[in-house]
T-cell receptor, first 114, second 111 residues
Framework: DAGITQSPRYKITETGRQVTLMCHQT?????MFWYRQDLGHGLRLIYY???????DKGEVPDGYVVSRSKTENFPLTLESATRSQTSVYFC?????????????FGPGTRLTVT | GENVEQHPSTLSVQEGDSAVIKCTYS??????FPWYKQELGKRPQLIID?????GEKKDQRIAVTLNKTAKHFSLHITETQPEDSAVYFC??????????FGTGTSLTVIP
């Protein structure tokens, strides 16, 4: 579990501000993911990345930007935060295992937009 | 895209009884179905998974069954214990890249 970390763990920001959530993994997993978790919606994929410099949209990408210049880091940026982006954000990573992709989650970041 | 539905949303059982959580999926291309357990304030953790070429898998008190024809899969927990209390999520994986999660089941085991 210590192989994937997120920072900050808690963040309060104001509407309209830019905020970046960090994710770092030490396993050299090729895939990384960002999810948001909201009551009644479970986990919804925001963006994912198959490798450095390769990213793609998930189910709910609007209002978010990602980058992946290094394999181990996958930051998520909210360019202009809105109250609807108040949520718990989980980063995850995975690598090929017999053709399937088991995911390992970070500890989460609780973001509140006021 | 894939649509995963999970039932029930809440489940209470007496300690020692069995618990069953059911999920359905829509995309016949899905071929990997993991189950995650999330304790309060913690991260989701994989507890068991099943591939599409297998109908059932068991790990001690936990089992998962898959019916590809009907597009549903279920988690079975036997001899439940208070430490089984958590939120459980199912997921389906139609490609190598994306997972689609159910909305979760909050399981409470009453001592």
């Amino acid at each position: 579990d210590a192989g994937i970390t997120q920072s900050p763990r808690y963040k309060i920001t104001e509407t309209g501000r830019q905020v970046t959530l960090m994710c770092h993994q030490t396993w050299s997993h090729s895939y990384m993911f960002w999810y948001r978790q909201d009551l009644g919606h479970g986990l919804r994929l925001i963006y994912y990345s198959a490798a450095a410099d390769i990213t793609d949209k998930g189910e709910v990408p609007d209002g978010y930007v990602v980058s992946r210049s290094k394999t181990e880091n996958f930051p998520l940026t909210l360019e202009s935060a809105t109250r609807s982006q108040t949520s718990v954000y989980f980063c995850a990573s995975s690598d090929r295992l017999a053709g399937f992709y088991e995911q390992y989650f970070g500890p989460g970041t609780r973001l509140t937009v006021t | 895209g894939e649509n995963v539905e999970q039932h029930p949303s809440t489940l209470s059982v007496q300690e020692g009884d069995s618990a069953v959580i059911k999920c359905t999926y829509s995309d016949s291309a899905s071929n990997y179905f993991p189950w995650y357990k999330q304790e309060l304030g913690k991260r989701p953790q994989l507890i068991i998974d099943i591939r599409s070429n297998v109908g059932e898998k068991k790990d001690q008190r936990i089992a998962v069954t898959l019916n590809k024809t009907a597009k549903h899969f279920s988690l079975h927990i036997t001899e439940t214990q208070p430490e089984d209390s958590a939120v459980y999520f199912c997921a389906a994986n139609p490609t190598g890249n994306q997972f689609y999660f159910g909305t979760g089941t909050s399981l409470t085991v009453i001592p």
